[in-house]
């Protein structure tokens, strides 16, 4: 079956730094997703991105769809203490509706 | 609040008991969408919803689990006969018409003791 490799697995950073996250799948996708995750709570859609080349922003956010389809990655600008969480990629590929998640991404924002 | 709703949001039951989880999605949304989170995991796929109609279900899904959707409106999720290994957090998630965006419920975290 499909499978995402998200990477890194945790991260550790200054506020104020950039981030950069990514997933790659063995598989091709037609849709990728990433969303954020906070303790004891459902993920959040932060951004979607339909078309390979696509680069979506959404606030400090920027998002892009690989051009083979098989990879995606996030950046966060100038990053807050309220940005910490667990960040997960999906995607949605072929004839099948639900979503294939990565392993997510732990995100530490130190003051 | 007009986004999915999951109920409830804590269970605590002794293995071997059923339990019944209950997901509203947002009201314009046909198909739905119930996964499995586990700690330090991503979400798994458990079962796909179009309207009322059952449309796939995943391998994780034993025969000990079932899904309903009567009216195509809300969702339930029933555990017969749970197991430790039962125990995770269970989502449900909403899309319209179009594919991609997936809406998710804040969830039913499930201890089996």
């Known amino acids: 079956g499909q499978q995402l490799n998200q990477s890194p697995q945790s991260m550790f950073i200054q506020e104020g730094e950039d981030v950069s996250m990514n997933c790659t799948s063995s598989?091709?996708?037609?849709?990728w997703l990433w969303y954020k995750q906070e303790p004891g709570e459902g993920p959040v859609l932060l951004i979607a991105l339909y078309k390979a080349g696509e680069l979506t922003s959404n606030g400090r956010l920027t998002a892009q769809f690989g051009i083979t389809r098989k990879d995606s990655f996030l950046n966060i600008s100038a990053s807050i203490p309220s940005d910490v969480g667990i960040y997960f990629c999906?995607?949605?590929?072929?004839?099948?509706?639900?979503?294939?998640f990565g392993s997510g991404t732990q995100l530490t924002v130190l003051p | 609040d007009t986004g999915v709703s999951q109920d409830p949001r804590h269970k605590i039951t002794k293995r071997g008991q059923n339990v019944t989880f209950r997901c509203d999605p947002i009201s314009e949304h046909n198909r739905l969408y119930w996964y499995r989170q586990t700690l330090g995991q991503g979400p798994e796929f458990l079962t796909y919803?179009?309207?009322?109609?059952?449309?796939?279900k995943s391998r994780l899904l034993s025969d000990r689990f079932s899904a309903e959707r009567p009216k195509g409106s809300f969702s339930t999720l029933e555990i017969q006969r749970t197991e430790q290994g039962d125990s995770a957090m269970y989502l449900c998630a909403t899309q319209g018409w179009a594919d991609g965006e997936q809406y998710f419920g804040p969830g039913t975290r499930l201890t089996v003791t």
């Open positions: 598989s091709i996708f037609n849709t």
């Open positions: 919803f179009q309207n009322e109609a059952q449309l796939e």
């Open positions: 999906a995607g949605q590929g072929g004839s099948a509706r639900q979503l294939t």
